[in-house]
């Protein structure tokens, strides 16, 4: 008898469960469209809030407005994008760098001077170091050899020997025809003739060796007082010298000779370069390229930094070459220009930073990157084609460069970008800058089922 209130107790507990679980069964529906988001909703009644206008194009109704937070953006002319900084560093101008040869072989017996102020502040001369200054015609160094003594003997045989036959001849003159066979007379004529021919030859070959016409005078000289057996003047001491002057303004950049070497034609015997203008050789991405090869050479400015000086003032330079080829490695190539520095203040393969400001590209337009929709390699956006019925229409566009906030988009497709479904979009269209995945969404799903859409 004491079970009997207990099994009462729970059958009308299973009873009270059993008619909660039922209730909340009926209830659920209900529950569920009161709590279900509005996202859910509009996808429910797709057909009321969106219609499919044409094989792009829906219709969004002003609820549906609403609901999605639809908001719209007017295409705006490109922007100039931000300066590109490219890093590179200092090098010789090719273009000024002269090696400087022994045009014979030899030994040098001499190195040029300079003169330098000493802690004292007394002048003195020195023989040229790496890093000296020189003037153009200064001399560098002297060498001995054999070579150059022997083509100016060979002058002074030529001009020794049309001496002697110009007398022979002015004697057959003052004898006359009468007393002189023509034959003789004729011979005489073509002697001199030929002692012309090897003057200008030795002449004209002292010349392709870079003599002055100051040390071809001197060798003139010799050949006139040996003929008149004179005394030897200074320039037979210095009959096999050979003089090495520097060809430009400039700074030693390599001296690789001292006195008592022997040198050939073929050894660098300085490097002499004029540092006023210096190239620059900065490197820029692959991806950047095409930016520098549409700039004008008017455009083609930079403003050079040095890394190691922070406080410096940027240098104005120009620069003109685009290198060809592309570093394997780090996906740059080189662009060269040049820098003024005829204060001499900037040196070699110091590291600089090349800052490069490009223009705006009038063949692109810019709009935010809320508004981009993309799916693999393709880009699209939502144009408003009908402004008063809020009806947008999805176009595929060619995506040229994307930014942190904006896009740059090419207002006419080239032909490749036709190809692959990239249509025009244009300054002063209004595209969905909010809601434009909600609306690709919806697009889809109204294509995919258009007769229960509608």
Same mark, same amino acid.
């Given at each position: ?71 719209? *953006? ?6 100039? /994008? ?16 002269? $090696? ?91 002697? *001199? ?103 004008? $050479? ?114 006419? /497709? ?41």
């Amino acid at each position: 008898m004491s079970r009997v209130p207990h099994i009462h107790h729970r059958l009308i507990t299973l009873v009270l469960v059993t008619g909660l679980v039922i209730a909340a069964v009926l209830a659920y529906p209900r529950l569920v469209s009161i709590v279900k988001p509005p996202e859910a909703v509009r996808h429910s009644h797709g057909s009321v809030l969106f219609t499919l206008k044409g094989e792009e194009t829906i219709q969004v109704s002003p609820e549906a407005v609403v609901a999605i937070g639809l908001k719209f *953006v007017e295409v705006g002319h490109a922007a100039a /994008p931000e300066p590109l900084r490219l890093p590179g560093y200092l090098l010789v101008d090719p273009n000024s760098l002269v $090696p400087i040869h022994s045009r014979f072989p030899g030994e040098v017996a001499e190195i040029g001077t300079t003169e330098e102020v000493d802690g004292r502040g007394e002048r003195h001369s020195r023989p040229l170091r790496f890093g000296d200054n020189v003037k153009a015609g200064q001399l560098l160094a002297v060498v001995w050899s054999t070579d150059i003594g022997q083509k100016k003997s060979e002058l002074v045989d030529a001009l020794s020997k049309l001496a002697l036959d110009e007398t022979i001849l002015k004697k057959l003159h003052k004898a006359g025809l009468v007393a002189v066979p023509e034959r003789q007379w004729i011979e005489a004529e073509r002697n *001199v003739e030929a002692d012309k021919i090897l003057v200008n030859s030795a002449l004209r070959t002292l010349r392709s060796w870079r003599l002055t016409e100051e040390e071809i005078a001197s060798v003139m000289e010799e050949a006139r007082q040996l003929r008149e057996n004179q005394q030897q003047t200074a320039a037979a001491q210095t009959w096999s010298e050979l003089q090495i002057r520097s060809p430009t303004d400039g700074v030693i950049l390599e001296k690789n000779v001292n006195v008592g070497e022997v040198v050939g034609t073929s050894d660098n015997l300085f490097k002499v370069a004029d540092l006023a203008t210096i190239q620059v050789l900065a490197y820029v991405y692959e991806e950047d390229l095409p930016m520098f090869e549409q700039l004008r $050479p008017d455009q083609r400015n930079w403003q050079i930094d040095l890394k190691s000086d922070p406080n410096d003032r940027p240098r104005p330079g120009k620069f003109s070459l685009i290198g060809a080829v592309i570093d394997q490695t780090l996906r740059t190539a080189p662009i060269v220009g040049w820098l003024d520095n005829h204060d001499h203040t900037l040196r070699i393969n110091q590291f600089i930073t090349a800052t490069v400001d490009l223009p705006a590209d009038p063949a692109m337009v810019m709009l935010p990157t809320s508004a981009l929709i993309e799916e693999g390699r393709t880009a699209a956006v939502f144009v408003e084609t009908d402004r008063e019925n809020h009806e947008v229409t999805r176009r595929v566009v060619a995506v040229t460069r994307r930014g942190e906030k904006m896009v740059f988009v090419r207002a006419e /497709p080239n032909e490749e970008e036709r190809k692959e479904g990239a249509t025009p979009l244009r300054v002063g269209e209004r595209v969905v800058m909010s809601g434009a995945l909600e609306l690709d969404s919806e697009l889809t799903n109204l294509k995919s089922s258009p007769d229960d859409e509608n």
